[in-house]
């Protein structure tokens, strides 16, 4: 079982806005659970959408913001457009070092 | 900018040796936490590693036993080997740029991986 929960899968229709949350289950993740979001579309690479909860690498579009509170931090994209179908992860760097992966949320587009 | 590409046998034999080698273009391999992560068909993202440009290396617990990743800076490129490989390890295989830093606020270190390879399919079959 994975060290951060999220939830299977999403839906929305376009326009509306979702959420996606990340829930860490472990002392190891830390209390403050500072995560980073990954989009990936299928046959694709992982793209990274946000980091350090709430930063967004350039390029990445401003209808996706982060956030958090207490140990569960979330993703939420505004705006929703068929192109943003995809699976979504987050993910932490531990007090051990290591790294670890959400289950990941699959967004579907109505 | 960075760019990142994987190489390596697509079929490998159960019990043998997967290993597989990414190349890095447009930037340089010192610094950084120079990763491999890997998606199973049908199931979610596993970190199985990283080497940081000091050559301190650290792995995913469940697969500590049998990997190994090191650095070729002379090259350019770092490489992953993974032994006594299962079917449960067929999968795409990603290399990727681990970034980290000490948030100010709380002294906390965060990471995130930017940018990532295109990925490479290894099936582990006879």
């Known amino acids: 079982q994975s060290a951060l929960t999220q939830p299977a899968s999403v839906s929305g229709s376009p326009g509306q806005s979702i959420t996606i949350s990340c829930t860490a289950t472990?002392?190891?993740?830390?209390?403050?659970?500072?995560v980073s979001w990954y989009q990936q579309h299928p046959g694709k690479a992982p793209k990274l959408m946000i980091y350090d909860v709430s930063n967004r690498p350039s390029g990445v579009s401003t209808r996706f913001s982060g956030s958090k509170s207490g140990n569960t931090a979330s993703l939420t994209i505004s705006g929703l457009q068929a192109e943003d179908e995809a699976e979504y992860y987050c993910?932490?760097?531990?007090?051990?070092?290591?790294?670890?992966f959400g289950g990941g949320t699959k967004l579907t587009v109505l | 900018q960075v760019q990142l590409q994987e190489s390596g046998p697509g079929l490998v034999k159960p019990s043998e040796t997967l290993s597989l080698t990414c190349t890095v273009s447009?930037?340089?391999?010192?610094?950084?936490?120079w990763s491999w992560i890997r998606r199973p068909p049908g199931k979610g993202l596993e970190w199985i590693g990283y080497?940081?440009?000091?050559?301190?290396?650290k792995y995913n617990p469940s697969l500590k036993s049998r990997v190994t990743i090191s650095v070729d800076t002379s090259k350019n490129q770092f490489s992953l080997k993974l032994s006594s490989v299962t079917a449960a390890d067929t999968a795409v295989y990603y290399c990727a740029r681990g970034v980290v830093v000490v948030e100010a606020a709380t002294g906390w270190s965060v990471g995130w991986f930017d940018p990532w390879g295109q990925g490479t399919l290894v099936i582990v079959s006879s």
């Open positions: 080497m940081y440009h000091s050559g301190s290396t």
């Open positions: 472990s002392s190891d993740v830390g209390g403050y659970n500072y």
């Open positions: 993910s932490s760097y531990t007090s051990s070092s290591t790294w670890v």
């Open positions: 447009g930037g340089s391999i010192s610094s950084y936490y």
